[in-house]
C-alpha cells in the first residue's frame, strides 16, 4: 500500500443534514495531516467527467450548520457499466489520487464495492443516510435531523388534529426502513406506527382505532412509513374511511422536508467525528470499509456486511409504542 499523499471526497446518493459537517471535518483533518484535499462535485457522475476542484481549510468555513452537500451529488447509470468505471479511475489516476472517501449510503457502498474489485485504490465510506439502515454503525449521518424534523411537524399537525377531532395519517420517509417513522411516532405519541419490516395488520388498527374513538380521543395520529406493505398513507386511509364513513379523516406526506434543514447537534458531531476517523484510516491502510460509531467507538466495517446486513427494528420499541398508545 503506497502512502496516501493526495486524496479526494464526494457525497452520492440521496442528501442528508450533516454531510457538510462531514465534508468539513474529511478537508480539515488531511490538512492536520499534511494532506492534499480534491473535491469531486456530483457524486460518481464528477468522478466520470473529472469535475473536481481543489479544498482548503477557507472552502469549508462556515459550512457545518448548512443542510445539503457543497460537493452537490447525483446517481450515476453511467458508473453501473465497467466503462464508466474505468474512466472514473483514469481521471483519478490522472490527478493523482491515492485514496478516496465516499460519503453514501446502501447504494453508494454497493457500487464502491464493484470499483474496488476492479481498480486498486484506498477508499473508506462514511454513512450518510435518513433512514438509518446501514450495518456498522449505532447512527447514520442526517437520521437525528430527519426524526427531528418529522417530529416537529407532526407536533403541528396534531395541533390542528386536535381542534378538530380528526384522525391523521402521516407518511415518513422509510422506503425499505421504518426507523424514522418508529422513532418519531413514539416521541409524538402516535396511536400506531406502521412500517415495512412488518406485514401490516390491518384489522389491529380498525382495533386501535375503535378503541380511542370509544375513549372519545380528541385527535388519533397514525405513523406510516412510506414503504409499508399496504402500499402507503393514502391506501390506508382509503380501507379506514370505508371501514368508518363517519369520522374524519386526512393524510399528510411529509416527504422530501425531512432531507432538508440545518443538521442537529447529534449530527454535527457525528459528522465530524466520522469525517476525521475516515483520514485516520485511510492512513493506516484500510481500505472497503465503511467508517462508523458503535457504542461511542469508531468501527470499520467492510462494505460487503455494511451493504447486506440491514439491522432489525429493534422489538421493545414496538412495544414501547404498544403500551404508550393504549
Not at 270 to 280: N, R, T, V
Amino acid at each position: 500500500m503506497k502512502s496516501i499523499k493526495k486524496i479526494a471526497i464526494l457525497t452520492s446518493g440521496g442528501d442528508a443534514p450533516g454531510l457538510n459537517a462531514a465534508i468539513r471535518a474529511v478537508v480539515r483533518s488531511a490538512i492536520f495531516y499534511n494532506l492534499e484535499v480534491i473535491g469531486i462535485q456530483r457524486g460518481f457522475e464528477g468522478m466520470i467527467d473529472g469535475d473536481f476542484v481543489a479544498m482548503d481549510a477557507s472552502t469549508v468555513s462556515n459550512i457545518i450548520q448548512r443542510g445539503g452537500t457543497i460537493l452537490k451529488s447525483s446517481r450515476s447509470d453511467l458508473f453501473k457499466t465497467k466503462k464508466g468505471r474505468a474512466a472514473a479511475f483514469k481521471q483519478l489516476e490522472k490527478n493523482n489520487i491515492d485514496g478516496v472517501i465516499i460519503l453514501g449510503g446502501d447504494g453508494t457502498f454497493a457500487g464502491a464495492r464493484v470499483f474496488l474489485s476492479e481498480h486498486k485504490i484506498q477508499c473508506v465510506g462514511i454513512p450518510k443516510t435518513i433512514d438509518n439502515d446501514l450495518f456498522g454503525t449505532d447512527f447514520t449521518i442526517g437520521y437525528d435531523t430527519a426524526v427531528n424534523t418529522a417530529m416537529t411537524a407532526i407536533d403541528k399537525i396534531r395541533d390542528t388534529a386536535e381542534s378538530h377531532n380528526r384522525l391523521f395519517f402521516v407518511e415518513v420517509m422509510g422506503r425499505d426502513a421504518g426507523y424514522i417513522a418508529l422513532r418519531t411516532g413514539i416521541s409524538v405519541g402516535a396511536e400506531a406506527i406502521i412500517v415495512p419490516e412488518t406485514r401490516t395488520d390491518i384489522a389491529h388498527l380498525v382495533s386501535v382505532l375503535e378503541s380511542g374513538w370509544n375513549r372519545k380521543k380528541s385527535s388519533m395520529i397514525v405513523v406510516v412509513a412510506e414503504g409499508d406493505t399496504a402500499g402507503g398513507a393514502f391506501k390506508i386511509a382509503d380501507i379506514m374511511k370505508k371501514k368508518f364513513p363517519d369520522y374524519d379523516m386526512r393524510v399528510c406526506i411529509l416527504g422530501h422536508i425531512q432531507r432538508g434543514g440545518s443538521p442537529s447537534c447529534a449530527d454535527r458531531v457525528l459528522g465530524s467525528k466520522l469525517g476525521m476517523a475516515a483520514i485516520e484510516g485511510l492512513l493506516k491502510g484500510k481500505s472497503n470499509v465503511m467508517v462508523g460509531e458503535i457504542n461511542q467507538k469508531i468501527v470499520y466495517t467492510p462494505f460487503a456486511k455494511a451493504v447486506k446486513h440491514n439491522m432489525e427494528v429493534n422489538k421493545s420499541m414496538h412495544k414501547l409504542m404498544e403500551i404508550l398508545s393504549s
